[in-house]
C-alpha cells in the first residue's frame, strides 16, 4: 500500500498524547474520589459504572482516530475493479476466406453470430464500434452506444478479396485517435511515415497502459495484401491499446472455391500470438461456434474487471464512522452518556 499525502501521518504522534491525556483525567478523577466519605459507596461505584467498561469507549474512539489519519493520508491499494474501458473496436475479416466452413455454418457466419452475442453482454456505457476488412479496411459503423446500429453494420458484411489485418489495426487506431494522422495510406509500400509529422511528434506510452478503449481483432490470420501485421501492431502498442486477437478456422485449414478459383486457406495462429503478445493484449483460438461465444464471454469479463491501484480512502473514512457510532452507542448503553 502506498499513500498520495504521506506527511499526514504525524497527525499520528497526536495518539499518544491523547492517550497520556486521557490517563491524567483518570488520575484526577481518582484523586477527587478520595474525599469521599464513605469508601463503600466509593468500592460501589467503581465497581457498578467504572470497571473495565469504562476504557471501551475511549480506545474505540481511539482506533477511529486512528483510522481517520489514515484516510487523511489517501491511501492506494492494488484491487480489482470495473475497468474504464469506453470504447471497444470489433475488427472483422470479410475476405473471401471467411466462407470457409471448418466452422459451422462457415467462419463469417459464426463469427457474426459470436460479435452479436459478445455485443449482448456489454454495459450500456460502452461504445462499440466496428471496422470490416478484406484488402482494405473501413469503418462499417463508428464507435456507439446503439447496440441496433452496431449488429446492422455486422449483417451488412459483404465477403471481398484479400485480407489486410494490419490496415484492420491502424484503421482501428485511427478511430481511436482521429487527430493523430494515421492513415493506411502512411505505411503501404514505400511510403515514409517519418513525413507524416503527427505521426513524427507522437511519443510512445507503455504498452496495455491505454484504459479508455480496446481492440478485437478476429480473423483467420492470414495478411496477403496491405501493411504488415505486427508493424501496425507496434503502432497499438506504442499507443497503448491492447489488441485481443481471435483465430478463426482449424489448423489444417480448408479447401475453398469461388468465381472458378480455389484455394487452401488455413489459420494462421503465430501471427495473431505476435500482435497480442506486442500489445499486452492475448490471443484466443476458436476450433468452432461454441467456442467463439465462450471467448466473447471470456473478453467481456477480462475486459470489465481489471487489477489496479487505485485510492481507497474512502474504505477508512467509514471504518472510522463506524468505530465513532460503536463508541457513542457503547457509552450510551453502559454509561447512559456519550464519553
Known sequence: MSFLWPEAYWLLFALPLLVALYIFLLSRKKKIAVRYASLGLLKEAMSARQGWRRHVPPLVMLGALALMVVAVSRPQ??????????????????SGSMRATDVEPNRLVAAQNAAKAFIALQPDNVRIGVVAFAGTATVAQAPTRNREDVIAAIDRFQLQRATAIGSAIIVSLATLFPDQGLDVASFSYGADPRKNPKLAAHKPVLPGSYQSAVIILLTDGQRTTGPDSLMAARLAAERGVRVYTVGVGTPEGKTIGFEGWSM?????????????????????YAGNAGDLKKIYESLRSRMVMETKKTEVTAFFAAGAAVLVLLSGLLSLLWFNRIL
Open 264 to 284: 487452401h486457406v488455413r489459420l494462421d495462429e503465430e501471427t495473431l500470438r505476435g500482435i497480442a503478445d506486442l500489445t499486452r493484449g492475448e490471443y484466443f
Open 77 to 94: 491499494a492494488v484491487v480489482t475493479l470495473p475497468s474504464q474501458n469506453e470504447i471497444v473496436i470489433l475488427a472483422m475479416d470479410v
